[in-house]
């Protein structure tokens, strides 16, 4: 193939893929009458509040009840004074819930000669601007070309220096305002956009929430429209600013409730890239018996297309088998609800199952939904009986139980034997046994309605079998004999009719544990006291005779009185003892460790005789130091 033919194949095949992959303009929400009565409830509120922001938001969007109309105003008034906002900020507010409200109190002339003197100077923030700019218009001032010029310039010296998002979202707001003046702006609006951040690949917002993305977004919209330029944003865009939005339904201030509208209409008003819901008007759960398809094809306010769908078409597929239930027919608009488009599948007979449903109005419009076809299950069968805990579960005596009846007669089981249950669950149309995501067995005591659940379990012919050891699950019971109840629970999410089913008493006897005694008739268990505890100590060790104690106490004696002895009979040098402090108190430390000794020998334990031994020693210690010394003075003097 030649390069010129490549290249045409490779032009060919991408416009083929651009045909069948044009930008969605579909989303899956919309704002619900709940939420239009919720937003209501909010601006009703606002309208009663202390504050000035909430009282300016909610009064653009609900009128005043007219008896309210003079307390409100006396309240607008007052807050206006006591406000701590901006000058700019808290007039804007006040003139336009003054004017909102229909008060017949004038404006104050301050007010009036600060927002004319605004006009003239040169502000600091764009957000300044736009409040002033807004102020005037909402107080009749006029607003010629020249102040616009003058604006326009202040404008573009305030973005040099700050051109924040916020900077950026009130400018854009300021420029749609003042017509050729504000022209620059447009340029700038690219530079914002670029900024969006984009979350789970569905969503776009930007840094600082609802307020600062609904003021760009609502801000660029009324440029580009005020200019006559194209939308500042692609369909994928929308679709995704559109989706946050939506996401963001639950706000709960007159200020978020009213930029979140603001933004929704601006961005629904948008003929060439404004997203639709396409959406299930149900839960998408489809009866056998009345299996219709309802689809909600509407704006993002929740109200009817305009001009309405030339015409929507659906193909449903089983997800199970990938094989299609119907192909490309049309969905029926309904008589009632210009939002709301059915199509009645009974002639398909679709099964019970999952279904991807594709609906299309054109390569635009575009949407996957899933629904559910329910079906209903029946019991085809159902065993149970008790048994020894040792035997197979083929050799226990079973009795049939027909749905929805119950057995006559309790079933007896104590703790060497088993509780055993088989049943088959079928689908009601075809016959065939199905599992289900929920198959429980339930037993509940009669007179405590202590509950304890277990799951049955489905084998390889999709019966589902529960065997019980009842020694095995004393524990569990809390040893509670008695009457229970045994009911089967089935449930699946494609089920119409899921169950709860009591089908028969068993009467459980467990074995007791170590101390308990019977149980008394209402099945609880009274524990006997334990033996009582009483601690011992430990046996003192065996002394030794009286003779050896004795023994051992004069040989530590005896120093000491041979010290005696030798003193007597050498004689003692009295004459040379040096009368001094430092002498006498050394001596008698020397003797007061010793009797220390003697006592510590008595009664005193270790760590007393140490606290007292220590002071003494010090003192000893001291005077010797210092009976020393003068003896060595007084040999040296010699």
């Keep these: 193939m030649s390069p010129l033919g490549f290249l045409t194949v490779v032009v060919l095949m991408g416009t083929g893929f651009a045909a069948t992959t044009a930008p969605q303009r579909t989303v899956t929400s919309h704002l619900t009458a709940q939420d239009q009565q919720r937003f209501t409830k909010i601006f009703d509120e606002g309208l009663k509040s202390t504050d000035l922001q909430s009282l300016y938001y909610s009064s653009v969007n609900v009128a005043l009840p007219a008896g309210d109309v003079a307390s409100a105003c006396k309240r607008l008034f007052a807050l206006h004074t006591e406000s701590k906002l901006n000058d700019f900020e808290k007039n804007f507010y006040l003139i336009g819930a003054r004017k909102n409200f229909g008060c017949k109190e004038a404006l104050p002339a301050k007010v009036e000669t600060t927002v004319k003197a605004a006009l003239t100077k040169d502000a600091s923030t764009a957000q300044e601007i736009y409040y002033n700019l807004n102020s005037a218009k909402l107080a009749g001032l006029t607003v010629d070309e020249k102040v616009r010029t003058t604006l326009g310039k202040n404008l573009q010296t305030v973005l040099k220096k700050d051109d924040s998002l916020n900077s950026l979202g009130h400018a854009f707001s300021v420029a749609a305002e003042l017509g050729t003046a504000g022209a620059f702006a447009y340029d700038r609006i690219e530079e914002a956009f670029v900024q969006a951040d984009e979350v789970d690949g569905r969503m776009l917002q930007f840094e600082g929430g609802l307020s600062i993305t609904a003021l760009i977004v609502n801000g660029g919209f009324k440029l580009a429209t005020s200019l006559s330029k194209p939308a500042p944003i692609t369909v994928e865009q929308a679709v995704k600013f559109a989706t946050y939005f939506l996401s ?280 006997k006291p334990l033996p009582e505890i009483v601690h011992q100590f430990r046996a003192p060790e065996k002394r030794p005779p009286r003779f050896v104690s004795d023994l051992f106490t004069a040989l530590c004696i005896a120093p000491i009185v041979i010290l005696f002895a030798l003193w007597a009979k050498l004689g003692v040098n009295v004459k040379n ?62």
């Excluded at 629904?371 to 048994?387: D, F």
């Excluded at 699950?473 to 009911?487: I, S």
């Excluded at 108190?585 to 220590?614: C, E, K, P, Q, S």
Aim: net charge positive.
């Design 248 to 527: 963001r339904a639950s706000v709960q201030t007159p200020k978020g409730v009213s930029v979140l509208l603001e933004a929704l209409k601006v961005l629904a008003a948008q003929k060439t890239i404004a997203p639709i819901c396409v959406r299930l008007a149900d839960n998408g759960q489809l009866l056998p018996e009345s299996p219709v398809l309802k689809v909600r094809v509407c704006d993002l306010l929740g109200k009817p297309l305009s001009p309405a769908l030339a015409a929507l078409s659906t193909t449903v597929v089983s997800r199970t088998t990938n094989e299609a239930l119907v192909s490309k027919v049309n969905l029926v608009p309904s008589k009632d609800d210009a939002t709301l488009y059915t199509y009645n599948l009974k002639s398909a007979s679709p099964t019970r199952g999952q279904f991807r449903v594709d609906v299309e109005a054109s390569p635009s419009y575009r949407q996957q939904l899933t629904v559910s076809v329910l079906g209903k299950v029946r019991v085809n069968s159902l065993e149970v009986g008790v048994g020894d805990t040792d035997s197979a579960a083929s050799s226990v005596k079973r009795q049939t139980v027909a749905h929805p009846s119950k057995l006559a007669t309790p079933l007896n089981a104590d703790s060497q034997q088993k509780v055993v249950l088989k049943t088959v669950l079928v689908d009601d149309a075809s016959g065939k046994p199905i599992t289900v995501h929920q198959a429980f067995v339930l037993l509940r005591h009669q007179e405590t309605r202590q509950e304890i659940i277990f799951v049955a379990e489905a084998d390889s012919t999709k019966a589902y079998k529960f065997e019980m050891d009842v020694g095995a699950r004393a524990t569990d019971f809390g040893h509670k004999n008695g009457l229970y109840e045994l009911r089967l629970i089935v449930g699946d999410a494609l089920l119409s009719n899921s169950f709860q089913w009591y089908l028969a008493d068993v009467e459980l006897k467990f074995t007791l544990a170590d101390g308990q005694s019977a149980p008394t008739r209402n099945g609880a268990v009274h524990r």
């Design 577 to 638: 003892f040096p009368l001094s402090l430092g002498a006498i108190g050394f001596h008698l430390g020397l003797g007061a460790i010793l009797v220390l000794f003697v006592v510590f020998w008595l009664r005193l334990n270790m760590f007393d005789t140490i606290r007292y031994l220590i002071p003494l020693a010090l003192f000893t210690f001291i005077c010797g130091n210092r009976m020393l010394r003068k003896i060595a003075r007084g040999g040296s003097e010699k």
